[in-house]
């Protein structure tokens, strides 16, 4: 089992008498360029939050390299190297990419106590995210205060901040999520270039993205698994179709 990284195994989640994931088993794999699919209300989310620590799961166990991690707190997991994209529009509205950066490296670095310090004072910092804030675009960026960037960049920096942290588990949540069609390719080409020892869980509704960047695909349906398989073999999938009728994107890569 060297080669999985994260894995899920019969995870239920119930609100009430709602059963929003039901036994849902997933493995992904090292290196792994994989999409979570599905409709609205499939339970994308709150499976998301069962693998992130947000939500305690009813039943079922995840597993990071091989590790019970069922009961750890999220940051617990960040720290053993499972990161999701975060809200940076709650965070670091007040800072600059530039500095937002620097805090996320120094945390990484357990260095975050003196954050604050001018950059100068750490090269190493400096010059990692410089590297950063090329490889997410944001280079003319860097000193604007955060909330006054174009929408787009905003998401390539909750990006950058998530691969700041060198996450060996990286879940992209709707990278594309409000991204004007002007900015898309950005993000496209971004999340195209994310390093191969990153391993990618990726949830998005954006089929164009999901198909040019999955390498494998996990159709959830009503909170369980409909299928997997290889993107080629998802668009062929006529249970898959039948979901997505109406959804002509799917039908388009068919």
């Known amino acids: 089992m060297s080669g ?31 999409a979570l699919i599905g409709p ?19 039943e079922g166990r995840v597993l990071l390299h091989g590790r019970d991690i069922t ?36 945390s990484r670095r357990d260095a975050a106590r003196r954050w ?15 590297k950063l804030l090329a490889q997410f675009r944001l280079t003319e960026h860097a000193d604007r205060l955060t909330r006054e ?4 960049k905003r998401r390539l920096l909750e990006i ?4 700041a942290l060198k996450p060996s588990v990286l879940l992209l949540d709707e990278p594309a999520a409000g991204v004007p069609a002007a900015e898309r390719r950005d993000i496209l080409d971004t999340v195209a270039a994310l390093p191969d020892d990153v391993s990618v869980l990726l949830i998005e509704h954006d089929m164009d993205l ?10 959830l349906v009503n909170g369980a698994v409909l299928t997997e398989g290889t993107p080629a073999q998802i668009a062929a999938d006529p249970q898959v179709r039948a979901v997505y009728l109406g959804e002509s994107e799917v039908m388009h890569h068919g």
């Open 71 to 106: 009961d750890l707190a999220p940051h617990q997991r960040v720290g053993l190297g499972l990161v999701r994209t975060f809200q940076i529009n709650q965070l670091f509205s007040s800072l600059t990419p530039l500095q937002s950066l620097a805090v996320a490296v120094a």
């Open 4 to 34: 999985v990284v994260l894995e899920t195994r019969n995870l239920v989640k119930r609100f009430g008498g709602i059963t929003a994931t039901q036994n849902v088993s997933m493995t992904i794999e090292r290196g792994a360029r994989h």
């Open 40 to 58: 609205n209300g499939a339970g994308k989310t709150t499976l998301i939050n069962q693998l992130t620590g947000v939500l305690p799961p009813t």
């Open 160 to 163: 950058g901040l998530a691969v």
């Open 116 to 130: 604050w310090q001018p950059m100068g004072h750490d090269p190493d910092i400096a010059a990692e995210c410089e």
């Open 149 to 152: 960037l174009p929408y787009g």
């Open 210 to 219: 999901v198909f040019s960047f999955a390498k494998r695909m996990t159709v």
